[in-house]
């Protein structure tokens, strides 16, 4: 059964949520608009210029014919309005552009995929920000919002090639247990993704950084590397989910 949570005073099923994308006309935020439609999601992808996201919306479109997409292009305001909300912006504004949007986020489950980073010479580096992650620095600016830090380490260029089969642990932390059941229950319905849940926002600090780690091995290999977890039980302990690789 999907996750039930309550959105507005009202109860929604993570199955048919409507997500919106701040920041969505980006390699990332796009490719993930494109699987999450495909899924069954409605889906808004949101950007500080409307024009931008309706052509990009377009640009999915023609290049998908067959899926008969259904997404909405739209500014900012229009993805914040969404029952859940991804934001997709580079990690320098990530904080500023949802602090603007406080009121509006207020009690929604709000996914951070921003990753802190810069690169030295031919190396990634990880960024810590003063408050240990991206992710809480964003809970801090929306401290009424149940902030998730999910998805960093899915290659953008797969995620928006639907004939590529995605092969990816996504790994969740949050301070709100029932956020990231939702979370997981959108994840699971992108095929070839496993949700797992890797505890509280303090743990975002060690997701972040990671990705700079994977980046170096898409250099030195000449590929784009995806987590893959060993040694996990079929089913969760705890919450009963599935685990088993499809």
């Known amino acids: 059964m999907p996750s039930t949570v309550v959105v507005g005073g009202c109860l929604w099923q993570a199955r048919w949520m409507k997500i919106g994308i701040i920041g969505g006309t980006g390699p990332a935020g796009s490719g993930l608009a494109l699987r999450l ?3 069954g999601y409605d889906v808004v992808i949101g950007s500080r210029d409307k024009a931008r996201s309706v052509e990009k919306v377009k640009e999915l479109q023609a290049l998908w014919p067959s899926h008969n997409l259904t997404i909405v292009g739209g500014d900012n305001a229009d993805a914040v309005n969404c029952d859940l909300v991804v934001v997709a912006t580079p990690w320098d504004s990530t904080a500023t552009i949802v602090g603007d949007y406080a009121s509006q986020l207020a009690g929604k489950i709000v996914i951070t995929m921003a990753n802190a980073l810069v690169k030295v010479g031919k190396e990634f580096q990880p960024l810590v920000p003063p408050r240990g992650s991206i992710a809480a620095h964003v809970q801090a600016e929306i401290p ?3 902030v998730v830090a999910a998805l ?3 290659p953008a260029k797969e995620l928006g090639n639907l004939n590529h089969h995605v092969d990816s642990d996504v790994l969740i932390c949050s301070d709100h247990p029932e956020a990231i059941e939702t979370v997981s229950d959108i994840v699971e319905k992108i095929p070839g993704c496993r949700p797992l849940n890797t505890g509280r926002l303090s743990n975002a ?3 972040e950084a990671f990705t700079a780690v994977m980046l170096q091995m898409n250099v030195r290999y ?3 590397v995806a ?3 060993t040694g996990l039980p079929d089913v969760d302990p705890v919450s009963g989910r599935n685990l088993k690789i499809s």
Do not use: F, I
């Open 37 to 39: 439609n495909v899924a």
């Open 144 to 146: 009424l919002s149940k």
């Open 152 to 154: 960093q380490h899915l």
């Open 205 to 207: 600090l060690a997701l």
């Open 222 to 224: 000449k590929t784009r």
């Open 227 to 229: 987590p893959r977890m």
